[in-house]
């Protein structure tokens, strides 16, 4: 695909049952209909433990996959087999492929808060929570826009096609382990809630907050957001310092991905990160 998302004008206001993209939507109802099968299965502490790993390990790889390693490219993983496993950790999130997510989040950058983006409380409303997954306007993405891709993560031509395969494969293993309770409370339960803190940055993280930052945009910072997030709600220090590894500038700013990354860079696994430019980090010292 290389249409442009969002170049054709979305229909946010008036969204009709075909505007939406089934083949997305009708898994999204039913892992939350999953969710509800504890009731009948009930909850162990094992099950529940392991729906807290499952979402700490996803929403590990949807911050430090999906969005600082692919989308902006803000460190480097050299080992081909470790990027593999953070490409699972990510797309197992089940938020389509790491093409698509990377294309349409550059996209927000490129257009953030204007009519264009997709991802815009002040433009798209409630369906900036979610339309950018599920509405067929979110469908296409952008090629040109990831063209140092092929470069930079040569296995994503072959892996990424079957992005799909990773959230059934961890709802297979999840199923083995534990059964109909693994099912709903390992995986349902940690996937709804990896989608909606993801979906939250787009919808309240431009609403809710504060900023420090002068930016173009309507990006706030948000103390809780970026403790769900593990880091994703200084979501201003972000759109103001882009290409930064580091989104959380001071100490007491939590950026739990940032200081992971950090350990795997004193380990040898993580190379290349970016730190903020010392203009952001005086922003702090007055
Ligand atoms: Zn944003
Ligand atoms: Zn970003």
Redesign the pocket.
């Known amino acids: 695909m290389t249409t442009e998302p969002a170049t054709v004008p979305h229909r946010y206001s008036n969204v009709r049952l075909q505007d939406l993209s089934w083949n997305f939507i009708i898994p999204f109802a039913l892992v939350h209909l999953g969710c509800f099968a504890a009731i009948w299965t009930g909850v162990h502490l094992e099950t529940f433990l392991a729906a807290v790993v499952l979402f700490a390990l996803r929403m590990f790889g949807i911050t430090a996959g999906y969005h600082r390693l692919y989308s902006h490219r803000a460190y480097h993983i050299p080992s081909r087999a470790l990027r593999c496993i953070m490409w699972f950790l990510a797309t197992s999130s089940a938020q389509r492929h790491v093409r698509w997510w990377a294309s349409h989040h550059r996209h927000?950058?490129r257009s953030?808060d204007t009519p264009q983006d997709l991802?815009s409380p002040h433009h798209t409303g409630f369906w900036s929570h979610m339309g950018w997954q599920y509405h067929k306007d979110a469908a296409p993405w952008n090629d040109a826009a990831l063209r140092d891709f092929d470069k930079a993560f040569p296995e994503l031509k072959t892996i990424d096609p079957y992005a799909w395969v990773s959230p059934l494969a961890l709802l297979a293993l999840c199923s083995v382990l534990w059964g109909a309770e693994g099912a709903a409370v390992a995986f349902c339960w940690s996937t709804v809630a990896n989608w909606h803190v993801t979906f939250t940055?787009?919808s309240i993280?431009?609403v809710w907050g504060t900023r420090p930052f002068e930016t173009s945009?309507d990006?706030r910072n948000n103390a809780l957001l970026a403790l769900l997030s593990f880091g994703e709600g200084w979501?201003n220090n972000?759109?103001a310092f882009q290409s930064s590894c580091r989104q959380g500038h001071t100490w007491w700013q939590l950026d739990i991905t940032w200081m992971v990354l950090k350990v795997g860079e004193k380990m040898g696994l993580v190379t290349k990160m970016k730190a903020p430019p010392a203009r952001a980090m005086a922003r702090w010292s007055t």
Request: aromatic share 0%; net charge negative.
């Open positions: 927000h950058h953030s991802h940055i787009n993280n431009h945009d990006s979501h972000h759109h």
